[in-house]
């Protein structure tokens, strides 16, 4: 068994994007830019958006944290968004999920420049990515992806249940797992919240992508041997005992799981740090875009 190391591998792309930054720095261009736009205090945004902003300071981008009241209109939020896409200083930003209820999510997704939308969500990224054409790939998915790549973990042929579809990770990696290409090649069964005898299916896998946020769901006896188990729930469940108040567990039921799998994401340390690697990716392909296009 292999632990897919995401912490790891990460820290790789942080350095070798830092490389790249200092590069752009020392020939006097100016450096990405990524801004983050975060309404309200759900507890785990504020964690992931200040950790989006502080591996920024770390590897020598610009960042702006904008952080606005959960009472903020629709329209503002719009008014926010037109404002950035309109600023030349901002290569790339994106606005954390989930928004506040009476805020419609779709609209304001819409309305971001997708030369900007380093998150991908927009349709005319998410379509792009579908054709495989070249655009900004969503954070989560692409780096399942560099995770198969650097481990050289072989998807081709392979039966991949995906489980979950929702538009940010089970959806969009269901596309890429089965697009020509190494990683991809894969045969791909979505499997959702209305799907039958998911144990017969996951039985069947040999790569399994979790993405459902039920803490420890997929048990030792759902898998079989030699599996590979992508890790994608992130869930804080309750705990008085710890000094936060909560621990951090994924989909999977690990120390058993594991045991039979041939590699496996632990988390946390798996998918979560890849996802801000790949954030950084995207921002840093948004400025050499757009140094090109100037
Ligand atoms: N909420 C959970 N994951 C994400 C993400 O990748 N991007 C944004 N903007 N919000 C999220």
Same mark, same amino acid.
Do not use: S, W
């Given at each position: 068994m292999e632990i897919l190391d995401g912490k790891k591998v990460s820290n790789q792309i942080k350095e070798e994007i830092t490389v790249e930054v200092a590069q752009m720095k020392k020939r006097g261009e100016k450096v990405p830019h990524l801004a983050a736009v975060l309404v309200g205090n759900d507890g785990a945004s504020l964690t992931y958006v200040g950790s989006k902003v502080r591996s920024c300071k770390k590897i020598g981008f610009e960042s702006t944290l904008i952080h606005l009241p959960e009472e903020t209109t629709e329209?503002?939020?719009? $008014?926010?968004?037109? %404002?950035? $896409? $309109?600023?030349?200083?901002? !290569?790339?930003?994106?606005? %954390? +999920?989930?928004?506040? /209820?009476?805020? !419609?999510?779709? /609209?304001? +997704?819409?309305?971001?420049?997708? !030369?900007? !939308?380093?998150?991908?969500?927009?349709?005319?990224?998410?379509?792009? @990515?579908?054709?495989? @054409?070249e655009t900004f790939i969503s954070a989560t998915p692409f780096g399942i992806m560099e995770l198969f790549k650097r481990y050289n973990v072989d998807t081709e042929g392979k039966h991949t249940v995906v489980i979950g579809r929702s538009h940010i990770v089970g959806r969009p990696i269901s596309i890429l797992m089965s697009q020509k290409g190494n990683p991809g090649n894969a045969t791909v069964t979505l499997a959702h919240s209305r799907t039958k005898n998911l144990k017969e299916l996951t039985l069947q896998a040999d790569i399994i992508i979790s993405a459902l946020g039920v803490p420890k769901f997929l048990k030792a006896d759902m898998v079989k041997e030699g599996v590979t188990v992508i890790d994608v729930g992130i869930t804080r469940v309750p705990d008085e005992t710890r000094e936060k108040g909560y621990y951090i567990t994924g989909d999977v039921d690990y120390e058993k799981v594991k045991e039979k799998a041939s590699y496996i994401t632990p988390v946390p340390g798996g998918v979560g740090p890849m996802t801000i690697a790949m954030l950084l990716k995207n921002t840093l392909l948004a400025r050499e875009r757009h140094t090109s296009k100037n």
């Open positions: 329209d503002e939020l719009l $008014n926010r968004v037109r %404002q950035l $896409n $309109n600023d030349p200083e901002i !290569d790339g930003y994106i606005v %954390q +999920l989930p928004l506040p /209820k009476h805020i !419609d999510e779709e /609209k304001v +997704l819409m309305a971001v420049d997708p !030369d900007k !939308d380093v998150d991908g969500f927009h349709p005319t990224n998410f379509g792009k @990515m579908a054709l495989d @054409m």
